[in-house]
């Protein structure tokens, strides 16, 4: 389950990534759970991380408050998509999990 909860974050991030290069214009490059999105993606920086949060959001239908892309002591550190997606899972893992069960049993009762 930790692992499809995993690749699930992972998947919505990159494509939250891609449309929001596409959106600003840019070119979607090729990424790997060992991109850093801020140092590896021509043009990619904070504000374009404020739409990948709306966008993230809105693909895993839990309101992602902050994606973090930088860590350590005033965001020295640039992090790499399994850094993040690791990040996100254990903050919002548990609250997706919950809302994908109510879903699948809304599917089976309907």
């Known amino acids: 389950m930790a692992d499809k909860l995993h690749q699930t974050f992972t998947q919505a991030l990159l494509d939250a990534i891609v449309e929001t290069q596409r959106n600003s214009g840019r070119e979607a490059q090729q990424m790997t759970e060992d991109t850093i999105p801020l ?25 992602i408050e902050k994606v973090p892309f930088l860590a ?15 990040a996100l899972v254990s ?13 699948t049993e809304e599917l089976v009762i309907h």
Do not use: M, P, Q, T
Request: proline share 0%; charged share 35%; glycine share 14%.
């Open 39 to 63: 140092l590896d993606l021509d043009g990619f920086d904070s504000h374009n991380g404020v739409e990948v949060e709306v966008l993230l959001s809105i693909k895993l239908g839990v309101e």
């Open 72 to 86: 350590g002591k005033r965001g020295s550190k640039e992090l790499k998509v399994r850094e993040i997606v690791s």
């Open 91 to 103: 903050k919002y893992g548990n609250k997706y999990s919950v809302l994908a069960g109510k879903k």
